[in-house]
DNA sequence: TTGCCCATGTAATTTGTTACATGATTTA
DNA sequence: TAAATCATGTAACAAATTACATGGGCAA
């Protein structure tokens, strides 16, 4: 048995648990495919590596045992090279996904709260438009997502990646009418400050 | 109109425009204050960076002339240093701010869907208890929301970065809703796995 | 007087991106 | 046959973290 014993952690980046995650579904396939796919699916909830560290964590985890490569054209450098789980490989993970004391809160990045939060920096109308245009390309976001779900279909096989991807799906509706709730709010302090008189803060925003 | 030759895009990494947009609000403050405010408030919209990253970004953003530090004990290294915003830190910062078109779509990285994708790896009780602890979670976050909001108060000043917290209160709601649907469709793939016959997946699962 | 919070910084390292180089296979 | 796409990789660099070093002020 492999060295996972006395509290010691196999200690790797998201991004290999998350490649090795990509290995874990039936089916073998190359770096190149890792990452279409992880850019069709994966960025919806998690984080979609670039290509060139993709082929990084791959050769990492193929030193470590979790992940092994067979070459089409036999010898040749730069042949296709289709990746496949290891037993050892999908202990690992399995045991790595166990561990909820691993997941911190999950982590936002939000260029557009961002640059609400600067709001005294900018002028009304400005930060209106910048909202809208978030809600248009988060329809698009909905729309390609819901075509991951297509993808997916009702294989029995995908019935996780398409709870996830279900998830997203709630998540960016969600993400729509924040915005709403946004833009209400953004009404609300423009005319408290355009007709001032009553304090700073008072009537409730309700929404 | 200046694209890239002498007007020169400000190509900074998003960390250094958070640091400046702490920066943008009345009062000079502290790295070590940067820090504490980015950790009880930007990082729910946005991120908080390593204290050691403020730094070097503040020591970048001097030689930019876009802050300016004044020390309290003169001419002594590691004394006190507080910081302020300069008129040019201000001007582009504003141009930053209103730049949508360097705004990519919210970046997420939430362990616990990740976990849930690779939900074949888990059994469904654990599966469920990850869910519940990431509800547990949220309501604490949702608590450290509101009581960075109820710090905020109503002056004036912070009505952006309120709007912001609001936002993430509403934010932190939906999440758990999210939350909830999540459990109800774990539940439905469960029943539809103990019992199968119609619908979806037909083998049993095998694995 | 011990320990904690304030406060600043360096060094080493890891993580991740972009740009580049190379060539095979498919499609118009 | 030209192009796009598939496919793999290296090199240079940027971004960010962790660990460490240093010391002042204050409260138990």
Redesign the interface.
């Known amino acids: 048995m492999t060295s996972r014993q006395n509290g010691k952690k196999q200690d790797l980046p998201?991004t290999a648990?998350?490649v090795l995650?990509l290995l874990?579904?039936p089916g073998q396939r190359t770096g190149y495919e890792l990452k279409k796919w992880a850019d069709s699916s994966?960025r919806?909830?998690?984080?979609a590596p670039a290509i060139s560290q993709i082929y990084a964590e791959l050769r990492r985890l193929e030193g470590l045992g979790h992940v092994v490569s067979s070459r089409s054209g036999p010898e040749e450098a730069r042949a296709k090279r289709r990746y496949a789980l290891t037993e050892s490989g999908?202990a690992a993970?399995?045991g790595w996904?166990?561990d909820?004391s691993?997941?911190?809160?999950?982590?936002?990045?939000?260029?557009?709260?961002?640059?609400?939060?600067?709001?005294?920096?900018?002028d009304p109308p400005?930060l209106r438009?910048?909202v809208a245009?978030h809600q248009e390309?988060?329809r698009g976001?909905l729309a390609a997502v819901r075509e991951a779900m297509a993808q997916a279909g009702?294989?029995?096989?995908w019935?996780?990646?398409l709870?996830?991807l279900?998830?997203?799906e709630?998540?960016h509706l969600?993400?729509l009418?924040?915005a709403d709730?946004?833009l209400d709010?953004?009404a609300v302090?423009e005319a408290s400050r355009t007709r001032p008189g009553q304090?700073?803060?008072?009537t409730p925003?309700g929404r």
């Open positions: 998201p648990w998350a995650g874990s579904f994966l919806f909830f998690y984080w999908r993970l399995a996904a166990a909820t691993e997941a911190g809160p999950p982590v936002l990045k939000h260029g557009l709260l961002l640059r609400i939060w600067l709001g005294h920096l900018a400005r438009a910048m245009d390309r988060t976001e009702d294989v029995d096989a019935a996780f990646p709870l996830a279900r998830w997203s709630r998540q969600a993400e009418d924040l709730a946004l709010d953004l302090l304090g700073a803060g008072d925003t």
